[in-house]
C-alpha cells in the first residue's frame, strides 16, 4: 500500500510530538534524529539516516553534495535542529534540499524548543496538501514556490 504525503507527515510529527516529550529539549541533534528513526521504523516506515544527496547544476556533478537528515519513505525530507531559535536560513536549507530532490514536503523540526508546536515548521515546494489532512498539519506551515 502506497502510503500518502499527508499520513507519513502526521507520523513523523506524532513521533517527534511524542518524543520532544519523553527527552524534553537541549541534546544533540544525533540523538533525536536516531531515536526518530527507530519511532518511524517501529510505525512501519522506511527510514533512511543521513541520506548522502548527489546534484547536477551548470554541467556540474556533485557527489554527495549534501545530507539530508532522514528522508522518510523516499518521499519526505526531515531536518533536525536542536537550536534555541531556528535562523531563516534552516528552512530555506529544507527548501533547497526539497527543490534539488524534487520532493514536495519537507519538516524542519527544531528540538531545542520549549514545545515541539513551536519546533515545528512544515516546508513546502509546489504542494497542496489534500483537503481531507489532519489540521495538525498546519502547524506553522511555510509555503514556498507558486501559489
Do not use: C, W
Not at 76 to 96: C, R
Not at 113 to 123: D, F, P, V
Amino acid at each position: 500500500m502506497v502510503k500518502e504525503i499527508d499520513d507519513i507527515t502526521g507520523e513523523i510529527v506524532d513521533a517527534a510530538f511524542k518524543l520532544h516529550t519523553g527527552l524534553g529539549p537541549g541534546l544533540l541533534e544525533s540523538v533525536y534524529e536516531m531515536v526518530l528513526a527507530r519511532e518511524l521504523q517501529r510505525r512501519g516506515l522506511m527510514v533512511e539516516r543521513q541520506k548522502a544527496v548527489s546534484f547536477e547544476f551548470d554541467g556540474m556533478t556533485f557527489e554527495d553534495g549534501f545530507r539530508v537528515d532522514l528522508l522518510v519513505e523516499g518521499m519526505v525530507v526531515v531536518e533536525l535542529k536542536s537550536v534555541e531559535n531556528l535562523a531563516p536560513v534552516h528552512g530555506i536549507q529544507l527548501l533547497t534540499y526539497l527543490r534539488l530532490l524534487k520532493l514536495p514536503v519537507g519538516l524542519l523540526l527544531n528540538f531545542g524548543a520549549a514545545t515541539m508546536k513551536e519546533g515545528l515548521h512544515r516546508i513546502v515546494n509546489n504542494y497542496k496538501p489534500s483537503p481531507s489532512a489532519s489540521p495538525r498539519l498546519r502547524v506553522n506551515q511555510t509555503p514556498h514556490g507558486p501559489a
